[in-house]
């Protein structure tokens, strides 16, 4: 049965409406003198939402660092156990790192913050490139930039 | 004060207390793993591609020298998306120019020891000495010189910290606000406790000693007024000195500075 079909749905609606229409057509001041009457302080009220409102915010942030510790720690774990890359030319490794130092064009989705090429040893290279096969930075597309 | 993006971040993520700088957690949140392995040539680094980033510290660093190593890194995460930088792990230290390096580090000292935290845990302590100093590198998880940096700058006392070998000043900072005319001199005064510590086999002082301001400054003024001086041995045969300005006169501006004979190091 639809509410256009209930006379007494229709009657409750339109008490709804009006009572909304009331609170949004009165002034601050004629809500905060209503809420005394009713033996309420406004202030104390504010106070306590504003209090309520901040431990919500509060609880759901700290939600998102659990989760984010909790992720952290699969990764870890996953990292540990996951398969050895192929074998890597240290060669090639170092002449594709000169190469993405030294091309203005190597793609700027790409970020590198470590010591220059010629100052890392070969097992800091082939973990460095490692790190950049995992992130998907390397070919088919030869996307690091090498000439 | 406003808060830094590094404090935003920790607001973000509800951080209320010291202890739950976690971070790996806070890494992972912004899209960055950290990965514990040994490495030769430096102590971290941080490889990025879009919005992932893998941060690979050395798993031989102490563990407090790795804390800081992960939140410098983030620092480039957030400052330097998209660059390519040869980036140097350094002890934390003031430095004079703007620089990757110095943004970076700036960013770390926020992350791990943000004012919104730092400052009422600090200021729980009347005064500034060496041992609120370790008592606070141990809450934060941090070294000893990074937090007397940290101490320093929060503008809990009006203060330097002076850093020295035996080759001189290597570096200092100064609380905000302190005059530029408190500028201390490159070489230790014999009067000095810190010569004693650095020619010597002293470790350092217990508690902060009087001494007469001209031992550490050599404008006219200083020869008017005492200062208290505390002495540490730090790693590395480096010496940390606070100096205490405790005369309200030495706080007072003087008319006709001229800073521009005043360099920030050697």
Redo the contacts between chains.
């Keep these: 049965m639809s509410a256009n079909n209930n006379p007494e749905r229709e009657a409750l609606d339109r008490l709804a409406d009006s009572l909304i229409d009331d609170i949004l057509n009165a002034s601050d001041e004629e809500i905060l003198e209503e809420f005394r009457e009713d033996g309420g302080d406004p202030e104390q009220h504010a106070a306590e939402m504003l209090a309520l409102f901040e431990k919500s915010v509060?609880?759901?942030?700290?939600?998102?660092?659990a989760e984010?510790?909790a992720?952290?720690?699969v990764?870890?774990a996953a990292?540990v156990s996951r398969p050895p890359t192929p074998p890597i030319d240290i060669d090639e490794a170092r002449r594709r790192l000169r190469a993405?130092?030294a091309n203005p064009n190597?793609p700027?989705?790409?970020?590198?913050?470590?010591?220059?090429e010629s100052?890392?040893?070969d097992?800091?290279i082939i973990?460095?490139m490692e790190?950049?096969f995992?992130?998907?930075?390397t070919p088919p597309d030869d996307s690091l930039g090498t000439p | 004060m406003a808060l830094t993006s590094a404090e935003k971040l920790l607001?973000?993520?509800?951080?209320?207390e010291p202890q739950?700088i976690?971070l790996?957690?806070?890494?992972?949140?912004v899209g960055a793993?950290?990965?514990y392995?040994?490495?030769?040539?430096?102590e971290a680094?941080?490889?990025?591609?879009?919005n992932?980033?893998?941060i690979?510290v050395n798993d031989t660093s102490p563990f407090r020298r790795a804390r800081f190593s992960i939140a410098h890194?983030l620092g480039?995460?957030k400052h330097?998306?998209?660059?390519?930088?040869?980036?140097?792990v350094e002890d934390y230290r003031p430095r004079d120019r703007a620089s990757?390096e110095r943004l970076?580090d700036s960013y770390a000292a926020d992350l791990l020891m943000p004012y919104y935290l730092f400052r009422p845990l600090a200021r729980a302590h009347e005064k500034l000495t060496f041992k609120v100093v370790s008592t606070l590198a141990d809450v934060f998880n941090t070294s000893f010189t990074a937090t007397a940096i940290r101490l320093v700058e929060s503008g809990h006392s009006p203060a330097l910290l002076i850093c020295h070998d035996r080759n001189g000043r290597k570096w200092f900072t100064r609380a905000p606000g302190l005059a530029d005319h408190w500028f201390p001199k490159s070489e230790l005064d014999t009067a000095s406790s810190a010569f004693d510590v650095v020619y010597g086999t002293r470790q350092g002082d217990s508690s902060p000693r009087k001494i007469k301001a001209d031992a550490w400054f050599d404008c006219w003024e200083a020869r008017s007024f005492d200062i208290y001086e505390q002495t540490m041995r730090v790693a590395d045969g480096e010496i940390l000195t606070i100096l205490l300005l405790t005369d309200q006169r030495m706080l007072e501006e003087r008319g006709n500075t001229s800073l521009a004979r005043y360099r920030t190091s050697r």
């Design positions: 509060m609880t759901a942030n700290k939600r998102r660092l984010a510790a992720a952290a720690a990764d870890r990292a993405v130092r190597a700027e989705k790409l970020t590198l913050a470590a010591r220059n100052e890392l040893s097992a800091d973990s460095l790190d950049i995992e992130l998907g930075a | 607001q973000e993520l509800g951080i209320t739950e976690n790996d957690a806070i890494a992972f949140y793993r950290v990965r392995r040994p490495l030769d040539g430096c680094r941080i490889v990025g591609y879009g992932n980033a893998i690979t890194e480039h995460w330097h998306r998209g660059q390519k930088l040869a980036c140097r990757p970076a």
